[in-house]
């Protein structure tokens, strides 16, 4: 992979301030395989960083933990496509620290996308998102835990993604899984022309 | 959900013959997040149902009891939406089985597409997927696990898709976010018009 293969696109998974099931805001525990999958589709879409955001130190010490295994531990020889996927991946404090971060490396303050399970007045499209990551400015993609990022959040972003809905009604895909149809959506496209 | 929402698509997820990290053909072992995870995807599509497929007696016990947790123990009412996924999940043997079962219930033999991570001389675009698609025939997307699906099943398909290329050469997406990501660009539509 060349350098210039970097898309102008970061990657937050949040895990405070979050809901939980019942309505409280909470800091939802590191879901280690979150990680892990988050890392190689971030990857696969050449994400800039992906950043696991908690605030609490011992869920940060369990990522790090687990991510030095495949870095530098006897992973990092079973399975070195697991080390390329952990290269670009970071634990930090809060959501101001990422934006901090970026707007270090990249020279620009990013420009908020959240995509939400709700829809709000001003949810806009996949399409209207492609074309708003078009030119150089640096955008940060925020995916929340639990049940949901708090609201002030999620309002004060610079774009609110709609809803993937599916075919049915239901609701309820894993964070993962959302996160690979996103950036799919924003940053994927056909291979073979027909 | 109404019983019209249902698409003319099932999915089976592969665990014998695939290849394991040296090449030789081998039955890999059933990950119940992978069940899990695409249960929920399979649902928000309104996929028919998905079928895991393992001729290993107790792999077959292990994912019926973990089903059987969701659909009718403790789990069913400390998460419903869970159960919902799994009522459209199936343990079978063997491939054949899964061919049988939709034929039986959907009246014709289904057609199969094979998303590959290997580009073939016939692999086909998402685009020329999503319109053989069109129509009541029913089609059978088959997922392998391990290192990829025996290649003699592969170059059967009636249809092989187009490998996933993301932006950086990195080929490693975890199955289940393949699984969330064709599913998305086969059956998948923008919610909002702008």
Known sequence: MTESAQTNIDVALVHFPVYNKTGDIVTSSVTTLDVHDISRICRTFAVGT?????????QQKLVRRMMEHWLEGYGSEYNPTRKEAFLTTRVVNVLDDVVADITEHRGARPRTIIPSAKRYPKSRSYQAARVALNGDHPH??????????????V??????????????????????AAVAIILDRLL???????
Do not use: C, Q
Request: overall charge negative; hydrophobic content about 40%.
């Open 50 to 58: 992906f950043y696991v955001v908690t605030p609490l130190e011992t």
């Open 140 to 153: 940060l993609l925020v995916f929340g835990t639990g049940w949901g990022l708090e609201k002030g959040i």
């Open 155 to 176: 309002e004060r972003a610079d774009m609110i993604l709609a809803p993937i809905e599916g075919l049915s009604g239901y609701n309820h895909l894993p964070v993962r």
């Open 188 to 194: 994927g496209r056909e291979t073979l022309a027909e």
